[in-house]
């Protein structure tokens, strides 16, 4: 009996997933086309790009900095212990321009940005103000997903290469200064290993990335309901939703770009 349960709770879980799928993948179409139709005020797309570019600069910044050390420590160590030291830069550059910058950045503007946009939206839909949006005659689309969609397609990139910065920032002080690398190998090394195909593929993860949030943060929104409790099960459900969506898209976007 148990385990008929389970089957069936696991069956309408997988329904479930499937059609929220269906309906993000829907919301994001809708959400070209009110783009394509050229209809989205520019106003609110830059006010959109200040909050999820500017603002989240520093913890951006700040995250990539001290995980740029913490690697550092990592593999400084065991390189210098198997006597390949003056390779640390370019494995440092490696990681950093492949994972750990598109990732982190990901993380950073799902945590912060994505509960923003969900408590926002959420907002909006149970105090009934999108209601009043469509009896405007405005569209929901193209008036509160397509700012933020944009927004998030272009921020994420240049945060990314900004933590590709600082991550590797990070990592060289701990190298030459703690670890005592020689900063001419560990820059030559960095030089030899990355390519540009390197930062142009964490780039365009980032894109996606900023893609995924944004309409899965605003799908999350657009269905809130049950006053401020649903508020925040929703911005709760958005934040988890965006970290698994983007774990998952990492590896296979790792694989088809980087194998």
Do not use: W
């Not at 879980?13 to 499937?18: D, F, T």
């Not at 790009?49 to 913890?59: C, R, T």
């Amino acid at each position: 009996m148990e385990n008929n349960r389970f089957i069936e709770n696991l069956g309408n879980k997988s329904i479930e997933i499937i059609e929220e799928f269906g309906h993000s993948t829907q919301l994001f179409i809708d959400t070209l086309k009110s783009l394509i139709s050229g209809k989205v005020r520019p106003e609110l797309v830059f006010d959109q790009m200040v909050k999820v570019g500017i603002n989240s600069l520093p913890i951006a910044a700040t995250s990539a900095f001290f995980v740029g050390m913490v690697f550092a420590v990592q593999i400084g160590t065991e390189f210098v212990r198997f006597g390949a030291s003056k390779y640390i830069g370019g494995v440092m550059g490696i990681a950093v321009t492949r994972e750990l910058a598109p990732a982190l950045t990901g993380i950073v503007i799902a945590s912060r940005v994505a509960a923003a946009i969900t408590a926002e939206i959420g907002t909006m839909n149970v105090t009934e103000q999108i209601d009043a949006l469509k009896a405007a005659g405005s569209n929901p689309v193209k008036y509160l997903v397509g700012p933020r969609m944009l927004a998030c397609t272009f921020m994420l990139p240049l945060l990314t290469v900004l933590a590709d910065i600082f991550c590797f920032l990070g990592g060289y002080l701990v190298a030459v200064y703690l670890i005592k690398i020689n900063s001419v190998d560990y820059i030559n090394s960095a030089q030899q290993f990355i390519k540009t195909s390197d930062i142009y593929g964490g780039v365009f993860k980032s894109l996606i990335f900023g893609i995924i949030i944004s309409i899965i943060a605003c799908y999350r929104g657009l269905k809130t309901k049950g006053g401020a409790k649903g508020v925040g099960e929703a911005t709760t459900s958005s934040v988890v939703s965006c970290l698994i969506a983007l774990f998952v898209v990492n590896y296979f976007l790792s694989v088809l770009l980087f194998k």
